[in-house]
Nanobody
Framework: QVQLVESGGGLVQTGGSLRVSCAAS????????MGWFRQAPGKEREFVAA???????NYADSVKDRFTISRDNAKTTVYLQMNSLKPEDTADYYCAIDSTRRSYGSRWFRAYDYWGQGTQVTVSS
């Protein structure tokens, strides 16, 4: 059974940095994409970033040049380094796995099969 556990969320001031992590277990397949989505109160879940098994990345325009996604395939862990945080980055952050060996990181949340429970990130103004 695949499980994803996020960690590293918290409260940070505007302009600050935070790194969230997601450790996956129970993986029995290879070539999977790992992604991050977020959902703010009253808003729909939105794509943040994704990374293929080979390390190709894809970012939402709103976080490009501020956020960096990376992964450690040996540890089945994905990271999201968030810099220059803004109040509008406040949300619950979810990691997800797309097990279909896609060659790119999809922005469509339905492309992802497995989801974590989320970690809260709050950016104070």
């Amino acid at each position: 059974q695949v499980q994803l556990v996020e960690s590293g969320g918290g409260l940070v001031q505007t302009g600050g940095s935070l790194r969230v992590s997601c450790a996956a277990s129970g993986i029995t397949f290879s070539g999977y994409v790992m992604g991050w989505f977020r959902q703010a109160p009253g808003k729909e879940r939105e794509f943040v970033a994704a990374i293929t098994y080979a390390g190709n990345t894809n970012y939402a325009d709103s976080v490009k040049d501020r956020f960096t996604i990376s992964r450690d395939n040996a540890k089945t862990t994905v990271y999201l380094q968030m810099n220059s945080l803004k109040p509008e980055d406040t949300a619950d952050y979810y990691c997800a796995i797309d097990s279909t060996r896609r060659s790119y990181g999809s922005r469509w949340f339905r492309a992802y099969d497995y989801w974590g429970q989320g970690t809260q990130v709050t950016v104070s103004s």
